[in-house]
């Protein structure tokens, strides 16, 4: 029963912080990847905290630290995967201008340094044009799987510390 507890949590998780992200952008309009990710993030680490603490309450205090890893394991590895395939889709199908805006910006920044061809900027240009996608999914993933793998760690160390004080 943890197993799918922990999964759901998981996957409540990840809507939620789809739904949040999608709020911030299109109604508050605030920057993709401002403020807001702090917010993000706190929602991140409640719903890892949330599948800790239900793992306990279901399977008691007697498990130790590699079963509650494992449940906070399975509740931030489905929310990593419905971001990076959030992300995928969002700037693949509803946001390509985010991309070409930053392309924009960076072809700016290189011909004010003055020592750069057109040329050398266009291939840049079209560098990143190639890379955008990949390095994107990667950082997403990346923070995700850290973020998670640090909080559930971290949950579970003061969960067995305060079982450990109580006996």
Known sequence: MGKLKAARTGMITGLALVLLTLFFFYVLKWPLFGNEQYVIYAVYTAGILWSLLSFRKINGDDKKFKEFF??????????????VVFYF???????????????????QLLAKEGNH????????????????????????????????????????????LKKNNNK
């Open 117 to 160: 061809t057109a040329v050398e900027i266009e291939e840049n240009a079209n560098q990143l044009r190639k890379i955008f996608m990949p390095m994107m999914l990667g950082i997403t993933t990346f923070r995700y799987l850290v973020l998670g793998a640090l909080v559930t760690a971290v949950g579970t160390g003061f969960i067995l």
């Open 89 to 107: 889709i969002y700037f693949k199908f509803f946001n390509t201008a985010y991309k070409e805006e930053g392309i924009a910006i960076n072809n």
């Open 70 to 83: 494992s449940a906070g394991f399975k509740t931030f590895i489905v929310v990593t995967l419905i971001m």
